[in-house]
């Protein structure tokens, strides 16, 4: 497939783009500085783009087949954080443009301001408040594209993200905002990046999580 990245030169990012040449894909990495992605590829280009304008993302957009958004943006103490309903506007507007409808975007466990109720002492009362507004705007992020009709989205929801490589563990997934155990609490705390962009680029063969929301980890 023609794939077009979003948040290359991230650490989740550089996995997507690594793992899909791997597959064969065809990628266009957009990114805000071109050096910063050190893979070279037959198959891989790598442009310059501005994730807030439409103008700037249509072109790269046009002759996909889905996009693979893994933006990431740093929390806000002050001002509230707005760059992932901000970028996700843009890129629905170009995608709509170029006439592309697979969507595939990364966010966290947790964004629902309720669904950490079961998570441990630590991560209750101390990670989730001190990330909120990135969790908030992650929320608002996801609402946009539950109201979003036309184009074939899925909102992948990972766990702590580890900076390490693919696995070949199995995946555990749910509809939610955190994957449970029998009990109802959540599994685990932690994801290898590697598996979270082994398992976005598992959705481009798959209907499964089509227009939902998925949370996800590995056994």
Known sequence: ????V???????????????????????AIVRTPSKLTVHHQNLKVVEGNIFSEES????????DAVISCLGFPMAFISAVTG????????LNAMR?????RLISMTSWYTEPNSG???????????????????????????VLSKTQDINWTVVRPPGLRNEPATAKEFLTHEGYFVPDDSGNPVGNS???????RFMLSLLNSNAWVKKGVAMTTK
Do not use: C, W
């Open 191 to 197: 994801v290898a990046r590697g598996d979270v962009a």
């Open 117 to 143: 109720t079961k998570s441990s002492y630590l991560i209750r009362f101390l990670l989730l408040p001190m990330i909120r507004s990135v969790l908030s705007n992650m929320y608002q992020m996801e609402e």
């Open 6 to 28: 979003l948040g290359a030169t991230g650490q989740t990012g550089q996995h997507v783009v690594n793992q899909a040449l791997q597959q064969g894909h065809i990628v266009t």
């Open 84 to 91: 992932y309903t901000d970028s996700m506007n843009t890129a």
């Open 57 to 64: 993302l249509t072109p790269h957009f046009k002759g996909q």
């Open 1 to 4: 497939m023609r794939l077009a």
């Open 97 to 101: 443009q170029a006439k592309v409808n």
